[in-house]
């Protein structure tokens, strides 16, 4: 089955960028979204179709999507950015969404 | 503003049964497919189900496949899961969520509820 891989943890400092990477087997051939899920919070879809923001989400995220590795990218990081960040593709193979194991983004 | 409202989690023992629902509210959910996502304690997000907007196609993870069943009633604007033999691995929040295109199952989730808490524990 299709296996998405994220790093557990990044740490950036206030106003630095903050860069999420989402590791998969030719990724760049599919489709990622990316959700943030701050803490007590319900989850929020922060990009679609590789680098497309949805109404409402900050200019200051952005994506990318090549090869291997597709990568969340948060300019000018700001405290409340600090949540776990997941990336998800459909594995077209199985008819089936597949998630990363999440990203915890610290702000210190 | 919620849309997406879940119920009927609760502390059930192994090996029992617990039905889930999720009601939508002032979205577009008929044709819509729509999924349950679950958050174990300390872990991160995992695919549970996903049901097409007509209800007649149905996916499961692995995990939980021959075990539980996802349904809906477009005329109730609702959508469930029949969770039955629990194990204590099925401990997480249950999250039932919208996909974002009309008819389409390869989709982001655009929707989410906050969640309904399933405990599996003797």
């Known amino acids: 089955s299709y296996v998405l891989t994220q790093p557990p943890s990044v740490s950036v400092a206030p106003g630095q960028t903050a860069r999420i990477t989402c590791g998969g087997d030719n990724i760049g051939s599919k489709t990622v979204y990316w959700y943030q899920h701050m803490a007590g919070h319900v989850p929020v879809l922060v990009l679609f179709d590789d680098n497309v923001r949805p109404s409402g989400i900050a200019e200051r995220i952005s994506g990318s999507n090549s090869g291997n590795t597709a990568t969340l990218t948060i300019s000018g990081v700001e405290p409340w950015d600090e949540a776990d960040y997941y990336c998800q593709v459909w594995d077209a193979s199985r008819d089936r969404p597949v998630l990363g194991g999440g990203t915890n983004l610290a702000v210190l | 503003q919620v849309n997406l409202v879940e119920s009927g989690g609760g502390v059930v023992q192994p090996g029992r049964s617990l039905r889930l629902s999720c009601s939508s509210f002032?979205?577009?959910?008929?044709?819509?497919?729509m999924y349950w996502v679950r958050q174990a304690p300390g872990k991160g997000l995992e695919w549970v189900a996903l049901?097409?907007?007509?209800?007649?196609?149905?996916f499961y993870s692995d995990s939980v496949k021959g075990r539980f069943t996802i349904s809906r009633d477009n005329s109730k604007r609702t959508l469930s899961l029949e969770m039955n033999s629990l194990r204590r691995e099925d401990t997480a929040v249950y999250h039932c969520?919208?996909?974002?295109?009309?008819?389409?199952?390869?989709?982001?989730?655009?929707?989410w509820g906050r969640g309904t808490t399933v405990t599996v524990s003797s």
């Open positions: 969520a919208r996909g974002k295109y009309e008819k389409v199952l390869a989709a982001p989730m655009d929707v």
């Open positions: 049901i097409s907007f007509d209800g007649r196609e149905s």
């Open positions: 002032e979205i577009t959910f008929r044709n819509h497919p």
